[in-house]
């Protein structure tokens, strides 16, 4: 199993330019999260996914998109980027129940110019 | 919000030592988790403790939780230098399993 696989690893936009960040999980698991890390702070949950064709707004929401139209897939859109969008993109996955361990992909570096 | 604090921010030790971070948190939780990123990787899920739960272990590491002063600390027992890495603690307080990160520790372990 590849586990939790993010695409790009690396990305550089300029302002206002669009993309789509992907992540895949082979896991089969309900919850999909997206989470960006700036220097010196921990994780900030960007949106969520409890199951495909659901999403939810987490800490941080604003100026990202996303969609979950197939289970195994989640996707982080930046309609027009911006400076302060310039972070590692991380996601992650889990199963359903109590124990809730996620399980990360190795992050995207993003840089907005 | 950041949830968990850890402490402290940074911590230098000898290879052979043992390393201890601490972990404080706001609200009630349902469990506590502890997760290592080594530079430039992601996060990997090291132990969880359930809140009705005092100690843990696993290898080389400890976990406990004092959840009436919504605390935990993390004790890496004979570190190496393969242990230099990021420490964060999370926290899973409601629905959805949604974790709250908290800044991290970073380990050095020297050799």
């Known amino acids: 199993n590849a586990g939790v696989t993010q695409t790009p690893k690396f990305r550089v936009l300029k302002t206002g330019q669009s993309m789509t960040l992907l992540c895949a999980q082979d896991?089969?698991?309900?919850?999909m999260y997206w989470y960006r890390q700036d220097p010196g702070m921990g994780l900030r949950l960007i949106h969520y996914?409890?199951?495909?064709?659901?999403?939810a707004k987490g800490e941080v929401p604003d100026g990202y998109n996303v969609s979950r139209l197939k289970k195994q897939n989640f996707l982080l859109g930046l309609e027009s980027a911006a400076p302060s969008q310039t972070s590692v993109y991380f996601c992650a996955s889990n199963s359903r129940g109590y124990s809730s361990t996620q399980y990360f992909g190795p992050g995207t570096r993003l840089t907005v110019l | 919000s950041q949830q968990g604090e850890e402490d402290p921010q940074a911590l230098s030790i000898q290879e052979g030592e043992n390393a201890t971070m601490n972990c404080s948190y706001k609200?009630?939780?349902?469990?506590l988790q502890w997760y290592r990123q080594n530079s430039g990787r992601g996060l990997v899920h090291l132990i969880l403790?359930?809140?009705?739960?005092r100690e843990k272990h696993s290898g080389r590491l400890r976990v406990t939780l004092d959840t009436s002063k919504k605390s935990s600390s993390l004790l890496i027992t004979a570190s190496r230098a393969a242990d230099t890495a990021s420490y964060f603690c999370a926290t899973d307080a409601g629905r959805g399993n949604k974790l709250v990160f908290g800044a991290g520790t970073i380990l050095r372990v020297k050799s």
């Open positions: 896991m089969n698991h309900e919850y």
């Open positions: 996914s409890v199951g495909e064709g659901t999403t």
């Open positions: 403790i359930r809140s009705n739960e």
């Open positions: 609200t009630s939780i349902n469990n």
